[in-house]
């Protein structure tokens, strides 16, 4: 059974799970920050993605994301940088005191550190929503029991000059294929979420740290 996960008391355990890791890494500088948008659509618990624009320069155009980006030098802090990524991006202003915590942060191909700042944003109706078109294609919801479905979970084996080097995750029969990072943070998500009901498969995986 899916736990209530927009419950207030889902929330204090969420908080005080990632406090400490959010003290450590809100003390760091990183390369980007996202946010994690955990959200209500249609009265179903859902998390928020956006496509990223087939106009961007760069690989990951046409792409599945959270919205996120660079941190910037006036930002205050990684949840500065998710937030101010998020409503240029999206045209969502998230308060600050939305924001549940910080996950363990990924590492992009070039090493750079990349921070997931939860945030849970209540109810939501996606057609308010204003995405940037020079930055986003498409803003869609996944719910979290669709997610959380094992037929809609694979993983991706990666290889290079022919020797296996590394397994991730995939999320699969929504809209879009959630894989790269953005599927990372998700397991990190889920396994956050529904403890009891989503088990990574993937040796290794930690929900927070810093």
Request: proline share 8%; net charge positive.
């Amino acid at each position: 059974m899916l736990p209530d996960c927009l419950s207030a008391e889902s929330e204090r355990r969420c908080r005080q799970l990632l406090a400490g890791a959010t003290a450590r890494l809100r003390a760091r500088p990183a390369a980007a920050a996202v946010l994690v948008p955990l959200c209500s659509v249609g009265g179903v618990p859902a998390l928020l993605y956006t496509l990223r624009s087939s106009r961007l320069a760069g690989r990951h155009k046409g792409d599945v994301s959270f919205p996120g980006g660079k941190c910037d030098p006036a930002d205050q802090d990684v949840v500065h940088t998710a937030l101010r990524e998020t409503q240029e991006e999206m045209g969502l202003a998230v308060p600050a005191e939305r924001v549940w915590g910080v996950l363990r942060p990924v590492w992009d191909r070039h090493k750079a550190t990349v921070v997931p700042v939860l945030a849970g944003l209540g109810p939501l109706d996606l057609h308010s929503l204003r995405p940037n078109p020079e930055e986003v294609d498409e803003v869609f919801a996944l719910p979290l029991a669709h997610l959380l479905e094992t037929q809609n979970q694979g993983y991706t084996h990666f290889c290079k000059g022919g020797h296996f080097r590394y397994t991730l995750p995939v999320f699969l029969n929504g809209p879009h294929r959630v894989w790269g990072l953005t599927a990372i943070i998700t397991e990190f998500t889920l396994q956050l979420l529904a403890p009891g009901t989503y088990q990574p498969r993937l040796a290794g995986t930690r929900l927070s740290g810093g």
